[in-house]
Nanobody, 126 residues
Framework: QVELVESGGGLVQPGDSLRLSCAASGFTLGYYAVGWSRQAPGKEREGVACISSSDGSTYYSDSVKGRFTISRDNAKNTVYLQMNSLKPEDTGVYYC???????????????????WGQGTQVAVSS
């Protein structure tokens, strides 16, 4: 069974950090480009990061560049999203997704992803 499971979300204060994990089962995540996106209530889904499997290239949205880092550990079949200097506007449900292509779609855009996790909630509030 092909599955992606996110974890690591929670309630934090502005300026805090969180690390989200996306663990795959049933397939080898190292062959796929993997992205993270988020969706806040009443807002459209926003792609925030992508990491390719071909050369490890990474892409970020302008809203998170310099604060978030996407990485992968192929031995653990897991992709991470390190989130630093969190802001209230980072609040939302975070999803990881894998696409049947070793390369990202040129950026963090949510395009062409076939496998999705169930999401993990991140809330940033004082």
């Amino acid at each position: 069974q092909v599955e992606l499971v996110e974890s690591g979300g929670g309630l934090v204060q502005p300026g805090d950090s969180l690390r989200l994990s996306c663990a795959a089962s049933g397939f080898t995540l190292g062959y796929y480009a993997v992205g993270w996106s988020r969706q806040a209530p009443g807002k459209e889904r926003e792609g925030v990061a992508c990491i390719s499997s071909s050369d490890g290239s990474t892409y970020y949205s302008d809203s998170v560049k310099g604060r978030f880092t996407i990485s992968r550990d192929n031995a653990k079949n897991t992709v991470y999203l390190q989130m630093n200097s969190l802001k209230p506007e980072d609040t939302g449900v975070y999803y990881c997704h894998a696409r049947g292509d070793p390369d990202c779609p040129g950026g963090p855009e949510v395009v062409g992803y076939q496998n999705w996790g169930q999401g993990t909630q991140v809330a940033v509030s004082s």
